[in-house]
């Protein structure tokens, strides 16, 4: 199961009572079976190798590659706050290399942007 998270915020101007239901929040997400930062960024990074590796295969034409993980992070997202998650994937595959960005949203959808390679 996944929740919706969203950015933290400055609960300072609000009733006391509102900041203290608001910093309670997390423990309450966790305690009805939420994914953690780092859970996320595991479950999703899965789904962000295959979708990787798929549109690698057709781009370089080449039935077997392999992607690895270069970098990965949760960003708060616009305009809502909430969270999702973003690698930096390497696929090597027929003596060729291809580099992408790949977001992932939830633990299906994920949306690949082909980069440069790395000088």
């Given at each position: 199961m996944q929740?919706?998270?969203q950015q933290p915020s400055d609960s300072s101007s609000r009733a006391p009572e509102?900041?203290?239901v608001i910093r309670l929040l997390p423990l309450l997400a966790m305690l009805?079976?939420?994914l953690s930062d780092a859970e996320l960024?595991?479950?999703n990074s899965r789904i962000a190798l295959r979708t990787a590796e798929a549109r690698a295969a057709?781009?370089?034409n080449c039935p077997r590659v392999k992607a690895g993980i270069l970098t990965k992070e949760e960003v708060p997202g616009q305009p809502l706050?909430?969270?999702?998650s973003e690698y930096g994937i390497r696929v090597d595959g027929c003596g060729r290399t291809v580099f992408y960005d790949v977001e992932c949203r939830d633990g299906k959808i994920c949306a690949v942007r082909e980069k440069p390679m790395p000088e």
């Open positions: 929740c919706v998270r509102r900041g203290a009805a079976g939420c960024l595991a479950e057709g781009k370089l706050g909430e969270l999702y």
